[in-house]
């Protein structure tokens, strides 16, 4: 794995190496052209030191006629031992231009040598004649070499002319390298610093982005990062924890939406049963009464009217008993009709009403008090406020998975509003049903519970001919 | 951190809201610092091989066996002078095709002093061999025996010193050459007449050699008189002032001979003084620049001249085989060819 600190030692490495091979570069560039002029002052000097030794000699034989001392031969010994040892390195200065002038001048010296050892042994044996000859022959030599020491150095300015014109520009190329290497590193280093700082400060401001986009709610954006290193490590456990935490919330999400529909439940059952329980001093009375009543009206001959308290004592027993229970569409239909006869007695010929019921749909289960209220609410609307009555139709049939029921009347129907109001289940506080105290929202909000969906009533409904409410139930599984 | 990753964020929502334009910039420098380094690296690498690789080296000398080759030094008076520059082509020519290398050392024709001086440095440099022209004079003779006697052998040119050790002589015979140009003058001058001999210089050995050849061909014509300054008092002639003296002295002397070419240009210069070049007949030896011309004009009428070049080469050849043994002794006079030119 490229690791960042892979990276920074990486690119420390780079310039590090640069900076040396330039560093190594100049220094071995200017170590030449010092060495270069080295041999070429080396060459001067050993010419001049040659020239300057030979004048040195003879004016120490000079001295040494002179005086006849002990001290000044030895010192012109000295002098012409050294003389000679410079004679043989003249030999190095060798080149293609000076070899001759170079030859000529090394037998000069040899010349003056011997010249002056002649001179000085004839000297000892005191014959002056010869020694001053031979001295003032040696002296003429080193006057020649002393000119001739001009001629070298002059040749060899000439020799090296292109040689120092040469070094001239290569210290020109020097200074122009030295710039280049800079500019050259400058760019190398720029470039890197460049991509480097991209690589890595890119995944860290798309890391930033994202987290920031999580921080604010959003988990949809993914992550991707296609460096190798750290960064990428770090997105790619970002990204697990952002899937988890979106996991999580949406979990959290439909426990929460469970929990509200359950309370909900609750509360509406919460509220059946009070309502139960505020009735519930009256039912035990009011049965005894009515089956009193029914048994004194049979006694009473009064067949009729003891059929319609029996009615009235089962409806009541009904609405009371299951309230929170749900049950079959039989048992809902017996209600209905205990109810029906009820209301037959009270409107008579006014009110005309069909039940028309698939023998498959008696089994069916719904909750309790689902028909009812719509059939009440019918009554209230259709029937009540007109003298010559209405008719009421309900429906049961199976149609595949679902189970449709409709409740038809022909009233006067429901203002559009006021449909689109019931189908979102607002409570409507005029339709408070009559006999059982439950408003159609209570109906459609427990039927929408039971069955799990929204989409389960629908209103249809002419101005002036009447209205359709359509339930449609789906097929339960299991029980 | 906090207030580095504000800043990061900014950044990036910046870069979002002008993306495309950020990142046309960003792609431009980096395409810019690519392309800088690139041309950068090239030049450094170039400029890397002039300055480290191809390093100026100190020229050093690395042939071992060219010790061995022998150092002629060629001495001659004359600095500068055409005729010598011939001399010296003959003589390197035969040098470069041999392994000798040879020295020239001029001084000026005056320059005695720096002339003995120049030999003897290379006598002193233990020379192979010296080449001079010979010098009639005490200290040449001198110096020449001084070279002999240290082994280096010495041949004289154009010039000769004959009392002197020299090995041999190279270069023309002066006395034929009076006979050559002599013999020209007696059949220009058929009926006689007088003709004027300007020396142009003291009165030295190879002049006197070319007049006696002179007057000797002209001896053969009676009707010839032969003139010339008499009283000589050495060095203080000149061409221009013999010409006049001649003419002072004998007006009606229409033909003149210089014995040298500076003889010539004083003949010329006096002639033009007194009246039309056309009418006198102009006679010399040796060669110049200024002599061709004058013969090309017509005012020379002819001109003995030499070999220079055969000069130089005959000497270092000689000089070479005697080096090496193949000629010893030589012989005292190796003669050079002359001619004669003449006006069209």
């Keep these: 794995m490229k690791t960042i600190r892979n990276k920074i030692i990486f690119l420390f490495a780079v310039i590090w190496i640069m900076i040396s091979l330039v560093w190594l570069l100049m220094i071995y560039s200017n170590q030449k052209t010092i060495e270069n ?40 010994l000295v002098l012409s031992g050294k003389l000679k040892e410079s004679q043989e390195k003249l030999i190095g200065l060798r080149n293609q231009n000076n070899i001759i002038s170079l030859m000529n001048y090394d037998n000069m010296i040899k010349s003056q040598l011997e010249s002056m050892e002649l001179a000085a042994s004839f000297f000892q044996k005191r014959n002056d004649t010869k020694a ?7 002296a003429k030599t080193s006057t020649y070499i002393s000119e001739t020491t001009l001629l070298l150095i002059n040749g060899e300015l000439e020799t090296y002319v292109n040689l120092y014109k040469k070094i001239i520009q290569q210290s020109k190329d020097s200074v122009l390298l030295s710039f280049l290497t800079l500019a050259s590193t400058s760019f190398t280093i720029l470039l890197i610093f460049f991509k480097f700082s991209n690589e890595i400060t890119r995944p860290i401001v798309t890391l930033t982005a994202a987290a920031r986009e ?13 460096t190798n290193d750290e960064i990428n490590f770090l997105a790619s456990t970002f990204n697990q924890m952002r899937i988890n935490l979106k996991k999580l919330i949406a979990e959290m999400q439909i426990k929460a939406k469970v929990e509200r529909e359950l309370q909900e439940h609750k509360l509406l059952l919460k509220e059946s049963e009070l309502k139960t329980l505020q009735s519930q001093i009256n039912p035990h009375f009011l049965f005894n009464t009515l089956n009193t009543l029914a048994k004194k009206a049979y006694l009473e001959n009064a067949k009729e009217t003891s059929n319609l308290i029996i009615s009235v004592a089962d409806l009541l027993r009904y609405n009371l008993k299951s309230m929170d ?14 109810y029906l006869t009820i209301q037959k007695a009270r409107f008579e010929e006014r009110v005309q009403y069909t039940i028309d019921v698939d023998e498959e749909c008696l089994s069916v289960k719904l909750p309790s008090l689902t028909l009812q209220p719509f059939v009440e609410n019918a009554l209230i609307h259709a029937i009540e406020p007109f003298p010559e009555g209405g008719d009421i139709a309900i429906r049961i049939r199976n149609q595949g998975i679902q189970n449709i029921i409709e409740i038809e009347d022909n009233g006067p129907g429901i203002p559009h509003d006021t449909i689109q109001s019931i189908i979102k289940g607002e409570p409507q506080k005029e339709y408070k049903g009559q006999s059982t105290g439950i408003g159609i929202h209570n109906v459609i909000r427990r039927l929408r ?31 | 951190m906090h207030y580095l990753a504000e800043k990061i964020i900014h950044r990036y929502q910046r870069q979002k809201n002008g993306e495309g334009r950020v990142i046309k910039k960003k792609r431009i420098i980096i395409v810019f610092l690519y392309l800088g380094g690139f041309i950068t690296l090239f030049m450094l690498a170039i400029f890397t091989f002039k300055v480290v690789l191809v390093h100026p080296k100190v020229p050093i000398y690395s042939e071992p066996n060219d010790t061995d080759i ?47 001086k120049n030999i003897d440095m290379a006598i002193s440099s233990r020379v192979d ?126 033909v003149f001979l210089g014995l040298t070419e500076e003889a010539t240009s004083g003949i010329v210069q006096a002639v033009k003084g007194r009246g039309r070049l ?25 001109a003995l001249m030499q070999n220079p070049e055969e000069i130089g080469a005959q000497s270092t050849t000689h000089m070479l085989r005697w080096l090496e043994g193949i000629e010893v002794p030589l012989e005292p006079n190796y003669y050079t060819s002359v001619h004669l030119l003449e006006k069209r």
């Excluded at chain 1, 070429?40 to 001392?69: C, G, M, P, T, W």
């Excluded at chain 2, 003589?91 to 024709?109: G, S």
């Excluded at chain 2, 006198?280 to 200024?290: A, G, R, S, V, W």
Aim: charged letters at 20%.
């Design chain 2, 129 to 254: 061999g010296i080449i001079v022209q010979g010098k009639e004079h005490p200290e040449f003779i001198q110096i020449v025996n001084k070279a002999l006697q240290k082994g280096i052998p010495v041949i004289t040119v154009f010039t000769d010193a004959p009392d002197s050790l020299r090995k041999t002589y190279v270069g023309p015979n002066h006395y034929q050459e009076g006979i050559i140009l002599g013999e020209h003058i007696a059949t220009q001058m058929g009926d006689g007449g007088k003709i004027g001999i300007v020396y142009g210089d003291t009165q030295i050995g190879y002049l006197s050699l070319r007049k006696q050849g002179v007057e000797n061909a002209l001896a053969s014509n009676s009707n010839i008189q032969i003139l010339d300054v008499s009283n000589h008092t050495a060095g203080s002639q000149n061409g221009l002032e013999e010409t006049t003296e001649l003419l002072n002295n004998y007006p009606e002397c229409r």
């Design chain 1, 132 to 138: 001053s000859f031979l001295f003032n022959e040696a």
């Design chain 2, 278 to 302: 056309q009418d006198y007949l102009i006679y010399t030896f040796d060669q110049n620049p200024e002599i061709s011309e004058l013969i090309n004009t017509g005012v020379v009428s002819a």
């Design chain 1, 325 to 338: 229970n749900s049950t079959t569409i039989k048992n809902e239909i017996k209600g209905l009709e205990d």
């Design chain 1, 214 to 226: 999580i921080s604010r709610g959003n988990f949809e954006q993914s992550i991707t990062i296609r």
């Design chain 1, 449 to 479: 519970l039971f069955y799990g969906i929204d989409d389960i009533i629908e209103i249809e409904s002419i101005v002036n001919q009447g209205t359709r409410i359509i339930l449609r139930l789906p097929e339960q599984k299991g029980d």
């Design chain 1, 37 to 76: 002029y080295n041999e070429i002052l080396h060459r001067y000097l050993l010419i001049k030191e040659v020239s300057q030794l030979s004048q040195d000699s003879i004016n120490a034989l000079n001295h040494y006629f002179i005086n006849a001392a002990a001290d000044s031969k030895n010192e012109y």
């Design chain 2, 70 to 116: 022998y150092r002629i030094v060629f001495i001659s008076g004359d600095s500068g002078s055409p005729f010598w520059n011939k001399v010296k082509e003959g003589a390197q020519k035969v040098a470069n095709k041999n392994k000798v290398a040879i020295e020239f050392k001029e001084t000026f024709q005056a320059d005695i002093f720096g002339y003995l």
